[in-house]
Each structure stands twice: as structure tokens, then as C-alpha cells.
């Protein structure tokens, strides 16, 4: 081990001067059984640090034909191994100067071994979730009401996901997984997660305005305790609860009743997708009557409802409509954009702007993604967009 006296005379011999070093100095030295494959490098931002210095955990995620990603409790970041010219050492307790005095003059010597090195480290990126995969798990068996389920009991737990199973198969965090189950009107059932098959959620959703129009009561105050003791003995009230909140607002009225506002936009949306799931293509004029017809009485439709649900043709004589929901579509960015031009050759900025919103980042727009990915011209006095390579980044 080194001396004070050694490290002067090396110092001289390298022509540099005393002064112009911090008078603490680290002598490191390799343990005996020290190789690069002892440790993992990672590198974290400041939230990241926040979150593990609070005494939080960080959970890296995928199945084994899966490219890793680590998540947070609400997060969901991409790992990817970043190669440095600079060796990496592992030193555990090492000080850097600020733990030292300020008005040190002295010098001093500090004895370190290295545990371990590496010459690269894992980089972290922010990234969106990877949850697609979730519904594909949940369709496996979607739920049709107690009549069906009791043909479950042979299967026992096959084809059903608890909370942890969903943690352990979905690349998410676990804020991310319940936000996407909420979207998708999943519910929990006996303790496992399952999504409802949408006949029978639309047939639940008819109940509920079949008694708000029998009542005539207002669409933003469907009572709530009214609502299941009449619709009880149809459906179990679990599940018409389940209905009133996902196409509805809960809220308490000032003598503490729970009612909830329906939600036009969400129940008309539900319509539309009902009509359209079995029609490739749907002539538009006639559609937007059938719609009309088939939403509560009181309430209005309109095409912006659909954004992201379904497209409408415009250069097709007569025009149609058909369902295209951006759920169904690639969660890769250059995938969405190759499938989304093999639809259709040239795209309205309107048009395709719903189906590529949900790629942008914190600090990306659509028309950053429109410029990367696609060509703009101008076509009858609109701008279009079409296919184009990538630009490297």
C-alpha cells in the first residue's frame, strides 16, 4: 500500500504540481477475485435516485422472447446496454471531495479497493408502456355474465390473470397496468382481472338506458341505489355498477346519494362500435342514420366521437365508414406508420392524427412523428401525408 511519500515522489516524476491536486488522495487496489461480470452497472436520473433512496424497489420486466425494460412503481423505462471508453470501477464507501473538510490543507491518504469494473453500464430511456399484450391475455377469455360462468369451474385458474400474474407477463408499471384496465373495462372478479365480452357489455350498458328512458330521469343523475335494485334481478349488481362507472361519472349529491352522469361521447362511441364490429365497410350516409337511431333518445352523434375508433372514406363514392380502433393497431412506431400506410396510401392530417397520438413522449408532437416518418404534399389545396423511410436519429 502506498505512502504519502510515494504518491509526492510519483507526482514529481509526472511534473505536476502538489497544489493543483485536493490534498485527499485515493490509493485504490483490485481485490483478489475481482472480474467484470461481478456487478451491473445503471445509470438513473434523479427521479429514479429519489425513488430508491426513498426505499422504493425498481422491477425489470419481460418474458424470455421479451427485450427487457425496467418499471417503477408508475414508470416504464427501456434498457439498453451503452459501451464506454472509460473503465467503470465499483467502490464501495468511496468519498468524493465534497464530503471533505473545506479548509483541509493536510494531505491525506485514503485506502479504496476496487470490488469490481465494467466498460459499459445500462442506459435508461422513458418509454411507453408495452401493454397490448394485456388485452390479448384478458380476451383469452373474456367474461359473459354468470351464465357462462359456470362453465369456468372445469378450467379452474386457466386462461385467468390476478394482479400479479398481469405484473409478472405485462412490460408495465404497475400504475400504468391498472390505468390501461380501467380503459379497457376490465374488472376484478373473484380476485382475478377480467374484461367483459362486448356483447354482454353492451347488453348490461341497455339495461342502463333502457331504465333511465323507462324513468325518464336526466342522463347526467342515474341513481345509483335505484339503478341496481331495479336491475338487480337481470344481471348481477357487480356488474351494472361496473357499467354505470365506466360509461358514466360517479358522484354524491348533497344528501350524500351517489348518482352518475352518463357520458354521451363514451355511450354513442359504444353504439358505433357495435354497429360496425361485423361490416368491413358501412356506406357513411346510411350509417350516421342507423347511429342516430340507435343511442338513447336525448342524445346526439357525431363523427368526432369515433376519433381513433373508426375511419371514415372520404374519396369512395358513395363514402364509407368502417371500425379502426388504434388498440388494434402496432405498439412499435415504425410498425404503426408501415401499417397504417398499407391501409391507405395517402393520409389527411385529421384523419391520421388520432391513431398516432398515443407515440408521442413528454416532449414529442404528432407533427414531430408526421415529419420523421412521413412525406407531406399538398393534394386539391390540403395537405396529405404518405410513407417515407425513417430519418436516422
Known amino acids: 500500500m502506498r505512502t504519502i511519500e510515494e504518491v509526492q515522489a510519483t507526482l514529481q ?9 485536493h490534498p485527499t488522495v485515493h490509493c485504490l487496489s483490485f481485490g483478489e477475485h475481482v472480474s467484470s461480470g461481478d456487478y451491473c452497472l445503471m445509470e438513473l436520473d434523479e427521479t429514479l435516485c429519489k425513488h430508491i433512496e426513498a426505499g422504493k424497489s425498481l422491477t425489470i420486466r419481460g418474458d424470455k422472447e421479451e427485450h427487457a425494460v425496467l418499471c417503477s412503481e408508475d414508470k416504464t423505462y427501456d434498457l439498453k446496454i451503452a459501451d464506454t471508453s472509460n473503465l467503470l470501477l465499483f467502490i464501495p464507501g468511496c468519498e468524493t471531495p465534497d464530503h471533505f473538510p473545506r479548509d483541509q490543507s493536510a494531505p491525506n491518504l485514503v485506502h479504496a479497493q476496487v470490488w469490481g469494473f465494467s466498460n459499459n453500464y445500462w442506459e435508461l430511456r422513458r418509454q411507453h408502456p408495452r401493454l397490448k399484450k394485456l388485452k390479448k391475455l384478458l380476451m383469452e377469455k373474456p367474461y359473459a355474465g354468470l351464465l357462462a360462468g359456470v362453465e369456468e369451474g372445469s378450467d379452474g385458474n386457466t386462461l385467468r390473470y390476478t394482479m400479479e400474474d398481469l405484473l409478472d407477463r405485462i412490460q408495465a408499471s404497475e400504475k400504468e397496468i391498472l390505468s390501461q384496465l380501467q380503459d379497457i373495462h376490465a374488472c376484478e372478479i373473484d380476485g382475478y382481472w377480467r374484461i367483459l365480452d362486448f356483447d354482454y357489455e353492451m347488453k348490461l350498458l341497455g339495461h342502463v338506458t333502457q331504465l333511465v328512458d323507462s324513468e325518464s330521469w336526466s342522463f347526467s343523475k342515474v341513481p345509483r341505489s335505484v339503478s341496481l335494485q331495479e336491475l338487480g334481478p337481470l344481471e348481477p349488481k357487480e356488474m351494472i355498477e361496473h357499467c354505470l362507472n365506466c360509461y358514466g361519472r360517479r358522484y354524491t349529491d348533497e344528501d350524500r346519494e351517489v348518482y352518475f352522469a352518463l357520458d354521451e361521447d363514451k355511450v354513442c362511441q359504444a353504439m358505433a362500435q357495435m354497429l360496425l364490429q361485423n361490416a368491413v365497410k358501412f356506406n357513411l350516409a346510411e350509417f350516421l342514420e342507423v347511429w342516430q337511431q340507435s343511442v338513447p333518445e336525448g342524445m346526439t352523434t357525431r363523427l368526432d366521437q369515433l376519433r381513433s375508433v ?43 392524427v388520432p391513431y398516432i397520438q398515443d407515440l408521442c413522449g413528454e416532449k414529442q408532437t404528432t407533427g414531430a412523428l408526421l415529419t420523421k416518418y412521413a412525406r407531406s404534399s399538398m393534394q386539391n389545396g390540403r395537405k396529405v401525408y404518405n410513407s417515407r423511410r425513417p430519418v436516422a436519429t
Open 13 to 21: 516524476i509526472a511534473k505536476l504540481k502538489e497544489e493543483d491536486f
Open 310 to 352: 373508426a375511419l371514415v372514406d372520404r374519396s369512395s363514392r358513395p363514402e364509407t365508414i368502417s371500425l379502426l380502433r388504434v388498440e388494434d393497431l402496432p405498439e412499435d412506431t415504425l410498425e404503426r406508420f408501415s401499417c397504417l400506410f398499407s391501409m391507405r396510401e395517402k393520409w389527411t392530417e385529421e384523419d391520421i
